[in-house]
C-alpha cells in the first residue's frame, strides 16, 4: 500500500500512547517525527510535509479531547482527518456517457489502466469503449487489444496507422455507442516537445470531458515537473496511480495531486485487469492506519461470489451456519477469496487484521499462505464427491490414494482436513449467537486494534465505509 511504512511507525508509536489521559508536547513532537520521517521516505514533497505536521501539532495541542477519548484515540483522529485532507476527495468520475484522455509517460501502466478502467465502468452498467492512438510504441497495439479482451470490453486501434490524431477520432465514431470512451496516448521517456505537442492535438480533437495523468507509484518527487507541464497542456482533472502491489513509495502522486490542484480517480493494485480500485480517501487512509475498509472489502466479496457463480443447490450458508460444512463448502469459499485479491490486500480491509498485526508476520507469510490454498484446491480436486461431502470418511488408504491423485503429500492432505476440521469448529461457534454476543465479540475486535470512537467491525460497517469515527 501507498506509504505503508507510514502506518507501521505511526501504530507503534501511538501504542506507546496507550493509557495516557491528556497528551505532553513531547508526546506530539514523537509523532511529528515519525510522520515526516514516513513521510519524507515515501517520497512526498517537503512542504506538504511540513504543513501536514504543522497542522497536527496544532490541533493535538489546541484542543480538548472528547469526553471518555483516550489521548492515544485523540491524536489518531487529528491525523487520520488531516491525512485524508492531504490526498484530497476523489476525482469525480459520473456514471454517464464521457471521454476521458489518459496521459503519462512511456511506462507509466497507462495502456493496463485503460482497460482496467474500462472493466470498472462496466461494472457499473455502462458500456465502455478503449480507444488506443500509440503510433510509437511498438506491441502498443496489440498489448491494447489483449487488454480489452480481458476486460470484455470494446477497443480500436489502427496497427498500420501513423496518425494518432485521425485515429482518435476514426476511434470515436466507430464506437459510438460506448457510454464512456477511455482515450489512451503515447507515452515517451522523458516530457519531449513532440509528445507535449501530439497530446493537445489529440485533445483538441477528441474533447475529453476530463484528462486523468496516469504515474508510476515508484516514480517519485519527478512526478511534480511531469504534472505541472501535463497540466499546463492539456488540464489534469485526476491522477491514476499504478502499480502499488510492488514495493513503491507513491509520495510523489501526492505531489502531483497537489501540483495540478486535483484529485485521485483509480489506484492500481495488481497486474491482473480486474486488479483496480476507485479511489476513495475515507476508506484508503483508514487501511493506512490499520482501520480497514469494510466498503471496499464488501464490494471484493460481493465480486468474488458472482465470478466463483455459486449456485444455491451446490452451496448453502444457512446449511453451513447449522453445522453442515463440508470440504465443498471450504472449496467454494477459497476459490472466491482467491477472486478477493491478494491475501495482505484484504487483511487490510479488515478492522484491527491489517497494519501491526500483518507486520508481526515473517516477509513471505502471505505467500506462503496463498500457495498453500492453491495446494488445498488441488488435492480436493483429486477427492470424490463423497469425501468432499463427508471428510470423515478419509482415512489412511484414501489419504495414500488422494496425495498420489493430486501429486502432493499425505501430510498435505492431512493438513487439509485437520484445516477443515478447525474451519467447522470456527463456524459452529456463531450458532445460537444472539445480538448480545455478537456486540461482545465486536469489542473484542476493537480493544484488538479497531478504529477508536466506535470502531471495530461495528464502527466502520454502519457508515457504509465512510468516516470510522462516525461523525
Known amino acids: 500500500m501507498v506509504l505503508d511504512d507510514l502506518g507501521s511507525s505511526l501504530r507503534s508509536t501511538l501504542d506507546d500512547l496507550r493509557g495516557k489521559g491528556r497528551l505532553s508536547e513531547e508526546d506530539v513532537d514523537e509523532v511529528v517525527r ?21 497542522s497536527i501539532k496544532q490541533r493535538s495541542l489546541d484542543e480538548e479531547p472528547p469526553a471518555g477519548t483516550s489521548a492515544r484515540e485523540h ?20 456514471l454517464e456517457d464521457q471521454t476521458i484522455l489518459l496521459a503519462g509517460l512511456q511506462g507509466s501502466g497507462k495502456t493496463t489502466s485503460s482497460a482496467k478502467m474500462a472493466w470498472w465502468f462496466q461494472t457499473k452498467g455502462l458500456q465502455p469503449a478503449v480507444i488506443q492512438t500509440d503510433t510509437f510504441r511498438p506491441g502498443a497495439y496489440d498489448q491494447g487489444k489483449e487488454m480489452a479482451e480481458r476486460a470484455e470490453v470494446d477497443f480500436y486501434g489502427d496497427p498500420d496507422g501513423d496518425d494518432p490524431v485521425q485515429i ?16 489512451d496516448t503515447a507515452g515517451r521517456h522523458a516530457l519531449e516537445d513532440d509528445l507535449i505537442a501530439e497530446i493537445e492535438e489529440i485533445d483538441a480533437a477528441v474533447d475529453p470531458d476530463r484528462s486523468l495523468l496516469v504515474l508510476d507509484a515508484a ?7 511531469q504534472a505541472q507541464q501535463f497540466d499546463e497542456s492539456i488540464g489534469i482533472d485526476g491522477v491514476v496511480i499504478t502499480k502499488l502491489d510492488g514495493t513503491a513509495k ?3 502522486a501526492l505531489a502531483a495531486v497537489d501540483q495540478t490542484d486535483s484529485s485521485i480517480a483509480f489506484l492500481g493494485t495488481g497486474e491482473g485487469v480486474k486488479d483496480v480500485e476507485r479511489f476513495e480517501p475515507d476508506g484508503f487512509i483508514s487501511r493506512l492506519l490499520g482501520m480497514g475498509d469494510l466498503k471496499q472489502l464488501a ?6 461470489m458472482e465470478e466463483t457463480d455459486i449456485e444455491e443447490e451446490d452451496w448453502d450458508p444457512e446449511d453451513m451456519l447449522e453445522g453442515q460444512f463440508t470440504l465443498r463448502d471450504m472449496q467454494k469459499q477459497m476459490e472466491a477469496m482467491n477472486k478477493m485479491g491478494p491475501l495482505d490486500q484484504v487483511m487490510d480491509m479488515i478492522p484491527g487484521m491489517g497494519g501491526g498485526m500483518m507486520d508481526q508476520l515473517p516477509d513471505d507469510a502471505m505467500g506462503v499462505t496463498e500457495e498453500r490454498m492453491r495446494e488445498f484446491e488441488v488435492i480436493m480436486d483429486s477427492m470424490t464427491d463423497g469425501e468432499l ?7 489412511q488408504s484414501r489419504t495414500e490414494r488422494i496425495a498420489r491423485g493430486s501429486g502432493t503429500t499425505e501430510d ?6 485437520q484445516q477443515h476440521k478447525m474451519m467447522e469448529r470456527t463456524i459452529k461457534q456463531f450458532q445460537g449467537m444472539g445480538d448480545a454476543d455478537m456486540q461482545r465479540m465486536m469489542k473484542q475486535m476493537e480493544q484488538g486494534g479497531g478504529p477508536p470512537g466506535g470502531g471495530g467491525m461495528g464502527g466502520m460497517g454502519g457508515g457504509g465505509g465512510g468516516n470510522p469515527f462516525g461523525d
Open 168 to 183: 482518435a477520432r476514426d476511434g470515436l465514431e466507430a464506437t459510438s455507442d460506448a457510454d464512456v470512451h477511455i482515450v
Open 389 to 395: 461431502e463427508n471428510p470423515r470418511s478419509v482415512g
Open 219 to 225: 516514480i517519485g518527487q519527478g512526478a511534480k515537473d
Open 250 to 252: 507513491g509520495g510523489g
Open 34 to 54: 515519525e510522520i515526516q520521517r514516513s513521510l519524507l521516505q515515501g517520497d512526498v514533497d517537503v512542504e506538504l510535509v511540513q504543513e501536514l505536521s504543522d
Open 75 to 94: 491524536v489518531l483522529r487529528i491525523v487520520y482527518e488531516e491525512l485524508v485532507e492531504l490526498v484530497g476527495e476523489s476525482t469525480e468520475l459520473p
Open 412 to 417: 498435505r492432505v492431512r493438513e487439509l482436513l
Open 299 to 304: 464490494e471484493r466479496v460481493e465480486r468474488a
